[in-house]
């Protein structure tokens, strides 16, 4: 596989501190929460409301090149924007007591982002806040069905009695957004590719499906081909798509290569060009500025209006768990290494993936909600699934072109193989959300009061030892 990929398509070279194989130390949990979750789950619905393992019960298998360009808009069985915002009313009208759909705000393009809270609003107990969100990236739809199906499955659970679930619903408030990055999404039936945002591109508003991007499979082989040189390389960038070339300017595709890394836009970090770029063209533009993006600029804002002490980024691309580097000479207290380490260790053997630390945070959303919100205690990049076998590349040598291909399969599972993702993600997810975070110990404020006196008392003694005020046999 080339570097290209490894470099600019998702992050684990240049992030990792450290990288090791999954552990498969023992676990001591009290609960039977994990025995009652199947890898696969063949379960029924007891409402009218359609769960998600029964809207892929039929979905197809692996389809010869890039599966969504034969979906289309619609997106076969995998979730459109229309359809997110429409499972998503339909489980809060099912699940009143359970269920409530927000709005964090507009996209470039004018769509609402929509997320979901579940709660059980019955109850009035204190509550910890959880934030999940999917698909920063548009190509990695994957994350969206991994989202949904952890809603749908907390949901039926805690339906069926389940104790955990009904546990998890009164004692916390987890917020859910499937999709981000709504507007980069809507590009993807014709552009598998399409990983950014839309601003620069110029396109219309208000409008769910776009055409006369330049984008074709003209040689029929079922794959939108990607172009580079080695220059290319080096920014993440490429030169073209398989398409026709309709406004004459040399190079197809040149619209969609606009856009901004929604996942290199936040602040903490930004600009740091060891993992991100100023090309405007290049997979991993940082944008003009630190929150340039409506969508991450809405989620900031949304974010300052809770207190999410757990928060989880959804991506694909690999099977990995990734955390911010800590180094608590910046802020943050040692305590929270050991806290990582000991919430990773537990990830590992729930999932099998590997791990490792995001060393340069070049405005990324994980290393941005730990470093810059002092009541967040853990924030994972959690990446879902991974294909680096699907993924082909070659090189002309007289052209010294690279030509790519494969790159749905390499962010997403086949649409048979979703529910399947799913419920091991599930595993991670519901972990984090009913993980309580200890909070370093801290002295009491009599104790830094004596201690304070303390000082100052040998402070006054010093200075009148000095001052030849002290005497070893004093008189009085």
């Known amino acids: 596989m080339n570097q290209r990929i490894i470099k600019y398509h998702f992050f684990m070279t240049f992030l990792i501190i450290s990288l090791s194989s999954p552990s498969l130390l023992s676990l001591n949990l009290s609960s039977s929460t994990f025995s009652t979750i199947p890898l696969t789950a063949h379960l029924h619905q007891a409402t009218d409301y ?39 009313m339909d489980l809060e009208s ?101 990983r950014k ?31 580079y040189t080695k220059t290319d390389q080096i920014e993440g960038s490429i030169t073209g798509y398989e398409g026709i070339d309709m406004n004459n300017d040399s190079i197809v595709g040149d619209i969609v290569m606009k856009g901004t890394d929604p996942n290199r836009n936040y602040n903490y970090g930004f600009g740091d060009l060891s993992f991100s770029s100023k090309d405007q063209n290049s997979f991993i533009y940082s944008g003009e500025y630190a929150f340039s993006e409506d969508c991450t600029k809405n989620l900031k804002n949304f974010i300052s209006k809770h207190s999410f002490k757990t928060a989880v980024s959804l991506h694909s ?16 207290q040692e305590f929270d290494i050991q806290n990582y380490s000991n919430v990773t260790r537990v990830l590992k053997n729930l999932l099998g993936f590997q791990s490792g630390a995001i060393n340069r945070p070049a405005g990324l959303f994980a290393p941005w909600m730990y470093w810059e919100h002092s009541e967040n205690r853990l924030t994972y990049c959690l990446e879902t ?17 690279y030509s790519d291909t494969g790159i749905w399969d390499y962010f997403n599972p086949a649409a048979n193989k979703v529910i ?52 070893r046999n004093p008189t009085v």
Not at 317 to 332: S, W
């Open 317 to 332: 691309g690999i099977h990995a768990i990734y955390y911010p580097y800590i180094d608590y000479k910046k802020g943050k």
């Open 50 to 88: 359609k769960y998600i393992w029964d809207e892929f019960s039929d979905a197809p298998g692996d389809i010869a090149g890039d599966d969504i360009l034969q979906f289309g808009p619609s997106f076969g069985k995998f979730h459109n924007y229309t359809e997110i915002i429409a499972k998503l």
């Open 197 to 227: 945002t839309t601003s620069g591109m110029n396109l219309p508003k208000d409008v769910y499906e776009f055409s006369n991007l330049e984008l074709t499979d003209l040689n029929n082989n079922g794959y939108i081909e990607a172009y």
């Open 385 to 401: 699934y991974g294909n680096e076998s699907a993924y082909h590349s070659s090189f002309n040598e007289s052209t010294g072109i």
């Open 420 to 471: 399947d993702n799913s419920a091991l993600i599930y595993r991670g997810l519901f972990y984090l959300a009913n993980y309580d975070n200890p909070e370093p110990e801290r002295k009491s404020p009599i104790l830094y009061f004596i201690l304070g006196g303390i000082a100052c008392v040998s402070i006054g003694l010093l200075v009148m030892r000095k001052k030849g005020l002290f005497r």
């Open 94 to 194: 099912s699940f009143p007591n359970y269920c409530e759909v927000f709005t964090i705000g507009k996209t470039h393009l004018n769509h609402e982002i929509y997320g979901i809270k579940l709660t059980d609003k019955m109850s009035v107990s204190p509550k910890e806040e959880i934030l999940i969100v999917a698909q920063h990236h548009a190509r990695e739809q994957i994350t969206v069905e991994n989202a949904l199906y952890f809603i749908d499955r907390l949901i039926f659970d805690a339906q069926q009695q389940d104790f955990d679930a009904l546990h998890t619903l009164s004692s916390r408030e987890i917020y859910i957004i499937p999709s981000l990055n709504i507007d980069g999404t809507m590009l993807i039936s014709i552009n598998p590719w399409q």
